[in-house]
């Protein structure tokens, strides 16, 4: 788990090794145990490191074979590695550390551009052929790792943060309208490849792209499931498909073992970290280490779950750490947490996860979360009216109860100069849900969730919090097998019970009743959720600045009527529209964007 960096350069020139040192200076949270740096003739690679597998030496970054002509940075973890090993090694090749960096230059030396299928992980790759004068990025599965793209004339720059790249400079730093459309409907969520950046972009999950040395290049989409019925499932019943989830699960959890430093987890009492805890214990793990944190109560809400999280912990024995933090603790943590943002995240829980990985960080450098199962698993309200719907009503159900905002009304939110006449966000969800490889309405949206919201939601989310504490967090339910077995599920054992209904049956053969009968919980942060007193303070300081009135992002009539009527800026789907405006000024604040 690290930050890369690196520049490529396409009209004969020499990389910029100055602003690749700056990019890589830029990511030392993600990787505070050490750096590295690599120049040929048209590439350029940085790397932060942060030591997980193959803590000598050996594993250090830039990883460079000068006898098989390649050179490496990497971010993520590669949990097949030893498998892999045995059979490159089998192969005929040799090694000389024990890393899994090592491991992905020789495949790519045994399989080419084929190597990224053989790799179970969550990785984001910069490898350099110099033979083929080619450099390959590739992005994992699920998009776990995060990979930024900032092209201009004759050159090429990509690296783990957008700030990283900004850091590096002569980056295009307009708004993209399109993008913008897209944070203000969708909980900030702005899909691959685009960013809130014109400037910036991000190399889709599941993508392979080879750029050769004159600047062509070419993507390919490497993995693709289908949210169909698969043959080979047929005649397979609910008890059949509770068995084969319930296995695929426990692979999933085993594999994000593999470190050679302690892993804990993430254990917010509710069902999906709750169950990881207890096959982890199923599995012989003992005193794992086990992390829970809470806020404040306010108004009659709740501030924690420490009453599930402690009957877990209890049951399995855990080494388990409560974390309480005051509300006095949210505010100041607010320009720490905008700062440490690959982009802007208008999630009220994100200064919480901020904080929480703060604290974990102290006392282990890996844990597993429950991240992704409820798309996966269809956990959310909305999905279980789509069991008996049309694929045809799938749009219609979806806009209305994930969207912040229909077209309309985005109209009063954004400056002249940021309007559009296109509803970019309606067409795109459309157009993802009419895609072939999707047999029902949930099905459809499921696999949106799974494959386009969620990597640019919750899994960036917890990346970038975590990692701007040195702390890999690893995410079983983003599994690459789990979630094709999945997808071939038929959607009624999924949404059953509320939801999640195929987990709810493996888990009642390890958890305590209450834990997967209890209430859908979220992470609880009232003093957040609230967007009042210091912490309105702050938002409203943000869109009254003096660079925000000078950008004119947006219209100061629909500002103040979200701060002269409070209960106007919560939207249907959950989100505060004054916290969504008010982050996004902060980031590009923070980050000097004008």
């Not at 999906?272 to 214990?281: E, M």
């Not at 690959?342 to 009220?348: A, C, D, Q, R, V």
Request: proline share 5%.
């Amino acid at each position: 788990m690290c930050g890369i960096s690196g520049e490529a350069r396409f009209d004969g020139t020499t990389p910029d090794a100055d602003a690749v040192a700056r990019m890589t200076d830029a990511m030392s949270s993600r990787g505070p145990d050490g750096q590295g740096s690599w120049c040929a003739a048209w590439v350029a690679l940085g790397h932060r490191r942060l030591t997980i597998i193959d803590l000598s030496d050996a594993g250090a970054q830039p990883m460079v074979r000068e006898d098989l002509g390649l050179a490496l940075v990497f971010n993520g973890c590669v949990y097949n590695y030893p498998e892999l090993r045995e059979r490159l090694s089998a192969a005929g090749h040799t090694f000389r550390s024990t890393s899994d960096t090592e491991v992905i230059l020789v495949a790519y030396a045994e399989w080419g551009e084929a190597f990224v299928e053989h790799l179970v992980g969550m990785f984001a790759i910069g490898l350099v052929d110099r033979a083929r004068r080619r450099l390959l990025l590739a992005r994992d599965r699920l998009g776990i790792k995060p990979l930024y793209l900032a092209e201009s004339p004759g050159r090429l720059r990509f690296a783990s943060t957008l700030p990283a790249l900004l850091r590096g400079g002569d980056v295009d730093t307009g708004i993209d309208p399109v993008a913008l459309h897209h944070y203000l409907s969708w909980h900030s969520i702005v899909p691959a490849p685009r960013t809130v950046l014109r400037g910036v972009r991000k190399l889709p999950p599941a993508t392979l792209r080879v750029v050769e040395a004159d600047g062509r290049s070419r993507e390919r989409v490497y993995w693709r499931p289908e949210y169909v019925r698969d043959p080979d499932y047929a005649g397979m019943d609910h008890r059949d498909w509770r068995a084969a989830v319930g296995g695929a699960l426990r692979t999933a959890v085993r594999r994000r073992l593999v470190a050679d430093v302690p892993v804990g987890v993430l254990l917010s009492g509710g069902l999906d970290s709750s169950l990881i805890v207890a096959l982890l214990a199923e599995a012989g793990q003992q005193h794992l280490r086990t992390f829970s944190i809470g806020f404040d109560s306010r108004d009659g809400e709740a501030g924690d779950e420490f009453r599930y999280s402690d009957l877990v912990a209890r049951a399995y024995d855990t080494d388990h750490h409560r974390i309480r933090l005051a509300n006095d603790d949210l505010v100041p943590a607010i320009r720490a947490t905008v700062a440490a943002m690959t982009e802007p995240m208008g999630s009220h829980d994100v200064v919480a996860f901020h904080l929480l990985s703060e604290q974990v960080a102290k006392h282990v450098k890996v844990a597993q979360s429950g991240q992704g199962a409820d798309e996966v698993f269809a956990g959310y309200g909305y999905h279980q009216p789509l069991v008996a719907m049309h694929r045809d009503g799938a749009a219609e159900a979806f806009a209305a109860a994930f969207f912040d905002r229909d077209h309309a009304e985005l109209t009063r939110v954004v400056g002249p100069a940021y309007a559009g006449d296109r509803d970019a966000s309606r067409e795109l969800l459309a157009a993802e849900l009419a895609a072939p490889g999707a047999e029902t309405a949930l099905d459809a949206v499921l696999r949106l969730d799974t494959h386009r919201m969620l990597p640019d939601d919750p899994v960036k989310r917890v990346d970038s919090m975590s990692m701007a504490w040195g702390l890999e967090v690893r995410t079983p339910f983003l599994d690459q097998d789990l979630v094709a077995l999945a997808a071939a599920c038929p959607p009624e054992h999924k949404a059953a019970q509320g939801g999640k209904g195929i987990l709810k049956e493996i888990a009642r053969e390890v958890l305590p009743a209450a834990v997967i009968d209890r209430p859908k919980g979220y992470f609880p942060v009232p003093a957040l959720r609230n967007v009042d007193g210091k912490v309105r303070e702050q938002v409203v300081a943000a869109l009254r600045a003096p660079a925000a009135r000078e950008r004119g992002l947006f219209r100061p009539e629909y500002v103040e009527e979200l701060l002269a009527d409070p209960a106007a800026a919560r939207t249907s789907a959950g989100s505060n529209k004054l916290w969504q405006l008010g982050l996004l000024e902060l980031w590009l604040q923070t980050h000097h964007i004008r």
